[in-house]
DNA sequence: TTGCCTCGAGATCA
DNA sequence: CTCGAGGCAA
């Protein structure tokens, strides 16, 4: 019969060990050691072992690459740590801002050492790690928020299923790039062009794409790996003190870290491994974009600290973009949700980096004349770091004598109103409001999108049939919407109308910050929304505000004050509100919350320095909590201002002007309800 | 802005 | 089975 089952477990163990190891070699390494047929018959007697004994299954056992059964859905995954961009550099001066900005925020001229790397051209992921185990991966989303990816993650060689060594902390989440080789990507077109399927456009829209695979198995058949390049949670252990060591670490736990990493002294040097990388760029087996700059000590980078969506301690120097010429071939007007008429671009489609242009936006007229554009001419196109395609200028040696001027349009291509243009404003509007079906399919569309109510399944596409079909003409009548005029449109079954009449259903409870943003006040985007919600908790004292109390309010100043006064001053938009709250929109009024601690109503209070225990966005959002301002500048009106390590003038200034300074444990104290 | 995956609809064929 | 819409990532 069969072994003691102490033996066999045995060795799975050591079977799994062995592969690991060995995959570590072949994957991460490029350093096999043994030949393809040896680490297969390895590899199958393993399986064989694992499915004679499944009550030894490991869901870390290597041979789990291969991917599982598949999902339905990928599910919401909140990062521990925000998953943060990069500031970017165009040209070796903003590398020496880079430098300086810096030096005085450190407040010292010694040479500054920096890790450098290439900047893959791939998906950022995040792996999370718990007593050396991958517990789970997800992509980066908006930042905060991203989609778990784990099961699609197992299935790629180069992410470590258990960590090496043991001198790694319990929980630890490593970052970096997913990518395609070039290799890679080219041999799997190959085959699929071979087996009659369709063939991917470029290596990182196909590396995207199978990492949003719902059935990994699939995700396990593409050639994907990646490169780690940074750290987030680290708990119960600590990392070196340096980032070139923490990469160092990462290596020897099992991660697949960029060979091309180098430390080097000032900038003058990271120009010069600019350089270099530009050179070897065509030489290497997948895609870059640029270089990676970090400031190469921790305790440095902790100082330097963060801006709102960037560290300031890393900059991205991206190489030039890829310039294209192609032919204009006309310029269409849109309209806008408030009315605008941007001009778009249509091109005779073009290749450039990977992708085929055929649209771009040329934002508004004086763009146009700027560019000194006319319909027929060929254009210089660009597809910079960012994503959106531009056109750059006009090759007038180029010109037909047939080209045709571009003129704004003398009525509303929507509506046939007529077009307006302040004196002085840069933008032309159509001047008759939500009675032209342009402008109130957008602000429909708004209202219904991902930051606003967030009704699924409502896309353009379908708020221009609802709306040209007679069957919604504000917002509101989205929630007097029946079955039968739905299933009567085309391309809708009772299967899309009953999941549409059930997004609209769960859209109407919301919270006011949603609310808020999407009645589509002028100048109210997400972060204001979010702010007025905050300060007023309801809307009723929000509707009442005045001009003066609004200005009260983070970040709205006299025009916007005005803008939204003005907004909640107009009888339509009274009405609008109150009917769709008549309809059943409904929300937990904002509790600002009452967190046990003092009431800090109308202080003003200014953060400086590094602080310790708390981050600097706890602090702000905890005295926001408890009603205090945070600014940042100090003045006479300034309440006190606390002082973190390394605080600089704001501090001198507090001193100054004999304004209150408090330390952090102060702080602690005072919210802690001292 | 484009390309990718997923889902549902509707066409086609059995 | 193919098509188009919606949502996501850069």
């Given at each position: 019969?069969s072994?003691p089952?102490?033996?066999?477990?045995?060795?799975?163990?050591?079977?799994?060990d062995?592969?690991h190891?060995h995959?570590?070699?072949?994957?991460t390494?490029d350093q096999?050691?043994?030949?393809?047929a040896e680490?297969?018959?390895?590899?199958?007697?393993l399986?064989?072992?694992?499915?004679?004994?499944?009550q030894?299954?490991?869901?870390?056992?290597p041979?789990r690459?291969?991917?599982g059964?598949p999902?339905?859905?990928?599910?919401q995954?909140?990062h521990?740590?925000?998953?943060?961009?990069l500031?970017?550099a165009?040209?070796?001066?903003d590398?020496v801002?880079?430098?300086?900005?810096?030096?005085t925020?450190?407040?010292?001229?010694e040479?500054?050492s920096?890790?450098?790397e290439?900047?893959i051209?791939?998906?950022?992921?995040?792996?999370l790690?718990?007593?050396?185990?991958?517990?789970?991966a997800a992509?980066?989303?908006?930042?905060?928020?991203?989609?778990?990816?784990?099961?699609?993650?197992?299935t790629?060689?180069?992410?470590?299923?258990?960590?090496?060594?043991d001198?790694?902390?319990?929980?630890?989440?490593v970052?970096?790039?997913?990518?395609?080789?070039?290799?890679?990507?080219?041999?799997?077109?190959?085959?699929a062009e071979?087996?009659?399927?369709?063939v991917?456009?470029?290596p990182?829209?196909?590396?995207?794409g199978?990492?949003?695979?719902?059935?990994s198995?699939?995700?396990?058949?593409?050639?994907?790996?990646?490169?780690?390049?940074?750290?987030?949670v680290v708990?119960?252990?600590?990392?070196?003190?340096?980032?070139?060591?923490?990469?160092?670490?990462?290596?020897?736990?099992?991660?697949?870290?960029?060979?091309l990493t180098?430390?080097?002294?000032?900038?003058?040097a990271?120009?010069?491994?600019?350089?270099?990388?530009?050179?070897i760029?065509?030489?290497?087996?997948y895609?870059?974009?640029?270089?990676?700059f970090?400031v190469?000590?921790i305790?440095q980078?902790?100082?330097?600290?963060f801006l709102?969506?960037?560290p300031?301690?890393?900059i991205?120097?991206?190489?030039?973009a890829?310039e294209?010429v192609?032919?204009?071939?006309?310029?269409?007007?849109?309209?806008?949700?408030?009315?605008?008429?941007?001009?778009v671009?249509?091109?005779?489609?073009?290749?450039?980096?990977?992708?085929t242009?055929?649209n771009?936006?040329?934002?508004?007229?004086?763009?146009v004349?700027?560019?000194?554009?006319?319909?027929?001419?060929?254009?210089k196109?660009?597809?910079?770091?960012?994503?959106?395609?531009?056109?750059?200028g006009v090759?007038?040696?180029?010109?037909?004598?047939?080209?045709r001027e571009?003129?704004?349009?003398?009525v509303?291509?929507?509506?046939?109103?007529?077009i307006?243009?302040?004196?002085?404003?840069?933008?032309?509007r159509?001047?008759?409001?939500?009675?032209?079906?342009?402008q109130?399919?957008?602000?429909i569309?708004?209202?219904?999108?991902?930051?606003?109510?967030?009704?699924?399944?409502?896309?353009?596409?379908?708020v221009?049939?609802?709306?040209?079909?007679g069957?919604?003409?504000?917002?509101g009548?989205?929630?007097?919407?029946t079955d039968?005029?739905?299933?009567?449109?085309?391309?809708?079954g009772?299967?899309?109308?009953?999941?549409?009449?059930?997004?609209?259903?769960?859209?109407?409870?919301?919270?006011l910050?949603r609310?808020i943003?999407a009645?589509g006040?002028?100048e109210?985007?997400?972060?204001?929304?979010?702010?007025?919600?905050?300060?007023f908790?309801?809307?009723?004292p929000?509707?009442?505000?005045?001009?003066?109390?609004?200005?009260?309010?983070d970040d709205?100043?006299?025009?916007?004050?005005?803008k939204?006064?003005?907004?909640f001053?107009?009888?339509?938009?009274?009405?609008?509100?109150?009917q769709?709250i008549a309809l059943?929109?409904q929300?937990?009024?904002e509790?600002?919350e009452?967190?046990?601690?003092?009431?800090?109503?109308?202080?003003?209070?200014v953060?400086?320095g590094?602080l310790?225990?708390?981050?600097?966005?706890d602090?702000?959002?905890q005295l926001?909590?408890l009603?205090?301002?945070v600014?940042?500048?100090v003045?006479?009106?300034?309440s006190f201002v606390?002082?973190?390590?390394?605080?600089?003038?704001?501090?001198?200034?507090?001193?100054?002007?004999?304004?209150?300074?408090?330390?952090?444990?102060?702080?602690?104290?005072l919210?802690?309800g001292?």
């Open positions: 019969m072994k089952s102490e033996k066999v477990a045995d060795e799975i163990a050591r079977l799994r062995q592969i190891y995959n570590h070699l072949y994957h390494l096999p050691e043994l030949s393809d680490f297969d018959a390895v590899f199958r007697r399986q064989g072992l694992e499915s004679e004994h499944p030894f299954a490991d869901e870390n056992s041979t690459r291969v991917g059964a999902l339905t859905a990928f599910t995954v909140a521990e740590r925000p998953m943060l961009s500031d970017n165009f040209g070796a001066e590398m801002d880079f430098e300086r900005r810096i030096k925020r450190l407040d010292s001229q040479p500054v920096f890790a450098c290439p900047k051209d791939g998906v950022a992921i995040s792996l790690y718990e007593g050396g185990r991958l517990v789970r992509t980066r989303g908006d930042g905060a928020t991203g989609e778990n990816i784990t099961e699609n993650a197992r790629i060689s180069a992410v470590p299923l258990n960590l090496m060594g001198e790694y902390p319990y929980r630890l989440e970052r970096g790039e997913a990518y395609m080789s070039l290799s890679g990507f080219a041999e799997m077109n190959l085959q071979a087996e009659g399927e369709k991917f456009a470029n990182r829209n196909a590396t995207a199978s990492l949003r695979q719902l059935d198995r699939l995700t396990a058949k593409r050639p994907l790996t990646m490169f780690c390049y940074s750290v987030g708990e119960g252990g600590t990392l070196p003190e340096e980032h070139s060591a923490i990469l160092e670490a990462l290596r020897r736990w099992g991660f697949r870290t960029n060979p180098e430390v080097v002294v000032g900038v003058d990271c120009n010069d491994y600019f350089a270099r990388l530009q050179e760029r065509p030489t290497l087996d895609e870059i974009d640029g270089c990676v970090k190469n000590n305790a980078q902790v100082t330097l600290g709102t969506r960037t300031r301690w890393a991205a120097h991206k190489f030039p890829e294209g192609t032919r204009l071939l006309d310029v269409e007007f849109q309209v806008g949700r408030t009315g605008a008429i941007t001009p671009a249509r091109l005779e489609p073009i290749k450039l980096a990977g992708v242009i055929s771009a936006t040329l934002h508004n007229m004086d763009e004349s700027r560019l000194g554009l006319a319909v027929g001419d060929m254009v196109i660009q597809r910079a770091g960012d994503v959106i395609p531009k056109i750059v090759l007038p040696e180029l010109r037909d004598t047939d080209s571009v003129a704004l349009p003398a509303c291509p929507a509506c046939g109103s007529g307006v243009q302040p004196e002085g404003e840069v933008i032309a159509c001047s008759s409001g939500l009675s032209c079906s342009a109130r399919k957008e602000s569309r708004h209202f219904a999108s991902r930051l606003a109510l967030d009704i699924e399944g409502l896309g353009d596409k379908l221009e049939q609802l709306v040209d079909e069957l919604i003409e504000t917002t009548d989205l929630f007097r919407l039968e005029p739905l299933v009567a449109l085309p391309r809708m009772r299967k899309s109308v009953s999941n549409l009449l059930a997004a609209i259903e769960d859209s109407k409870q919301t919270t910050t609310f943003y009645l006040i002028a109210v985007g997400e972060a204001t929304a979010r702010n007025l919600a905050m300060h908790g309801d809307l009723g929000l509707r009442d505000a005045s001009v003066e109390s609004l200005q009260e309010v709205v100043g006299p025009i916007v004050a005005e939204i006064a003005s907004f001053g107009q009888k339509n938009n009274q009405i609008v509100m109150d769709l059943g929109v929300w937990e009024p509790i600002v009452t967190v046990p601690g003092p009431d800090l109503t109308g202080e003003k209070v953060l400086t590094t310790r225990t708390l981050t600097r966005n602090a702000k959002s926001q909590t009603g205090a301002k600014s940042g500048s003045s006479s009106k300034t606390v002082a973190g390590d390394a605080a600089g003038s704001k501090l001198t200034k507090a001193q100054e002007l004999g304004v209150r300074v408090l330390s952090e444990q102060e702080l602690i104290d919210l802690e001292g």
